[in-house]
């Protein structure tokens, strides 16, 4: 039986990684074998744990590249999970579509935006393929309304890929984007 592919995506802070944590608990509790990674660019917390900003945790192998994945999976797992997955080249694609044929289920999580609402083409492809795409939402850091669907840059520093949280980042809604984006 083919495992299934699941994408938790949105801006930061919509609860994307304590979603994917939620379901390596159900996992966990069922005692099945699984594994989690991340890409070694994100550093934010620590190498080695997927951290959610309320400071839930797993164990994960830090990547280089998707097919290290194969590389460490021991063949015993009924799933494997994959936070940032903007961060990681879109080979991932033709890696998860791998596992999923043999009936290892995937979950994945990741920006689909970035601060300048350009999309991250690992994210787009991985949608296209998904089973299932969950779409989460933060509270706008604005305007306090539960619309937040994009990532807002608050420093002076244009690098699309720079890791880091309330130091540089917000979420808002739509509108209130575009009136942050008018007064620059
Ligand atoms: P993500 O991986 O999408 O950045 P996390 O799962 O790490 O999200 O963190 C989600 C948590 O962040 C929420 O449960 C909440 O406690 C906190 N949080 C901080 N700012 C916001 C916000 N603007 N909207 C929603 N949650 C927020
Ligand atoms: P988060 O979605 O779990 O909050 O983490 C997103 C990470 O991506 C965080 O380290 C900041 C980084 N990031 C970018 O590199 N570019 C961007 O455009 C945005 C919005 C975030
Ligand atoms: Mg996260
Ligand atoms: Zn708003």
Same mark, same amino acid.
């Given at each position: 039986?083919s495992?299934?592919?699941?994408?938790?995506?949105? =801006?930061?802070?919509?609860?994307k990684?304590?979603?994917?944590?939620?379901?390596?608990?159900?996992?966990?509790?069922?005692?099945?074998?699984?594994?989690a990674?991340k =890409?070694?660019?994100?550093?934010?917390?620590?190498?080695?744990?997927?951290?959610?900003?309320?400071?839930?945790?797993?164990?994960?192998? =830090?990547?280089?590249?998707?097919?290290? !994945?194969?590389?460490?999976?021991?063949?015993?797992?009924?799933?494997?999970?994959?936070?940032?997955?903007?961060?990681?080249?879109?080979?991932?694609?033709? !890696?998860?579509?791998?596992? !999923?044929?043999?009936?290892?289920?995937?979950?994945?999580?990741?920006?689909?935006?970035?601060?300048?609402?350009?999309?991250?083409?690992?994210?787009? !492809?991985?949608?296209?393929?998904a089973?299932?795409?969950?779409?989460?939402?933060?509270?706008?850091?604005?305007?306090?309304?539960?619309?937040?669907?994009?990532?807002?840059k608050?420093?002076?520093?244009?690098?699309?890929?720079?890791?880091?949280?309330?130091?540089?980042?917000?979420?808002?809604c739509?509108?209130?984007?575009?009136?942050?984006?008018?007064?620059?």
């Amino acid at each position: 039986k083919s495992g299934r592919l699941v994408l938790i995506v949105g =801006p930061m802070y919509s609860g994307k990684t304590s979603e994917l944590l939620s379901y390596v608990e159900i996992y966990h509790l069922g005692k099945k074998n699984y594994k989690a990674f991340k =890409p070694s660019i994100d550093n934010r917390y620590d190498e080695t744990f997927i951290v959610s900003h309320n400071n839930t945790r797993v164990k994960a192998y =830090p990547i280089k590249e998707p097919k290290e !994945i194969f590389k460490i999976l021991e063949g015993n797992e009924k799933a494997v999970f994959i936070d940032e997955i903007q961060f990681i080249s879109e080979e991932l694609k033709d !890696i998860i579509l791998n596992l !999923i044929d043999k009936g290892i289920d995937v979950f994945c999580s990741g920006l689909d935006l970035s601060f300048k609402n350009n999309i991250f083409p690992t994210t787009s !492809i991985l949608m296209g393929y998904a089973d299932e795409v969950i779409k989460k939402k933060a509270v706008c850091h604005e305007c306090g309304e539960y619309t937040g669907t994009i990532s807002y840059k608050t420093i002076e520093n244009g690098g699309e890929i720079d890791i880091g949280g309330f130091d540089k980042y917000i979420a808002v809604c739509r509108d209130c984007y575009k009136k942050l984006n008018e007064k620059q």
